[in-house]
C-alpha cells in the first residue's frame, strides 16, 4: 500500500504517531506520551466504520516477555498501579494494573493497525482499530490516569 494512501487516514496517522512517540528518539516525558494516548483515544469517534478484507493472511504478532523486557527497558520508572472497576461494588477489592503491560499492548494493537493499513488498506485498519478498541482503550484510560497521577500528583 502506498504511503499516500495511508496518510489519508488519520488513524493510521495517529496510531503511528504513538508507536513513534512509544519507541523513537529519547524516551518520552509522561507528558508527551499523554498527549499522544489522548490523541489515540480521541481518533476513535472519528474513525469510521468499516470491514474487514477477506483474506486468510495472517499479520505478524511478535511480542509478550520479549516486548514487556523492551518496554521495561525503555520505561525503567513505570510500574504498578491501582485500577478501581466503577461498575464494581464498593466492597470489591482494588486491582492491580501495569504501565510496562499497558504499553506492550498498545504497541501490539497499534503495529497491527499500521500493518493492516499497509497490507490490506485502511478500511481494515479502520475496522480492526475499532474492533480491538474494548482493549486498547482500556489499556489506554488506565495507562493515562497513571499519567496524569505522575504528572499531577
Given at each position: 500500500m502506498?504511503?499516500?494512501?495511508?496518510?489519508?487516514?488519520?488513524?493510521?496517522?495517529?496510531a503511528r504517531n504513538f508507536l513513534s512517540v512509544v519507541w523513537e528518539g529519547e524516551r518520552p516525558t509522561d507528558e508527551i506520551l499523554l498527549r499522544a494516548?489522548?490523541?489515540?483515544?480521541?481518533?476513535?469517534?472519528?474513525?469510521?466504520?468499516?470491514?474487514?478484507?477477506?483474506?486468510?493472511?495472517?499479520?505478524p504478532r511478535s511480542g509478550g516477555p520479549q516486548l514487556y523486557r523492551e518496554v521495561a527497558a525503555r520505561f525503567p520508572n513505570y510500574g504498578h498501579y491501582p485500577v478501581f472497576d466503577p461498575t464494581a461494588s464498593f466492597e470489591?477489592?482494588?486491582?492491580?494494573?501495569?504501565a510496562i503491560?499497558?504499553?506492550?499492548?498498545?504497541?501490539?494493537?497499534?503495529?497491527?493497525?499500521?500493518?493492516?493499513?499497509?497490507?490490506?488498506?485502511t478500511d481494515d485498519a479502520h475496522w480492526f482499530f475499532r474492533l480491538l478498541y474494548f482493549h486498547w482503550g482500556l489499556h489506554a484510560r488506565h495507562l493515562a490516569l497513571y499519567l496524569h497521577a505522575r504528572q499531577f500528583g
Open positions: 502506498p504511503a499516500w494512501v495511508m496518510s489519508q487516514s488519520p488513524t493510521v496517522g495517529t494516548l489522548d490523541l489515540l483515544l480521541a481518533a476513535y469517534h472519528h474513525t469510521p466504520e468499516a470491514a474487514p478484507t477477506d483474506t486468510d493472511l495472517e499479520p470489591e477489592d482494588v486491582m492491580r494494573g501495569d503491560d499497558d504499553l506492550a499492548d498498545l504497541t501490539l494493537d497499534m503495529r497491527e493497525v499500521v500493518w493492516r493499513a499497509e497490507h490490506f488498506g
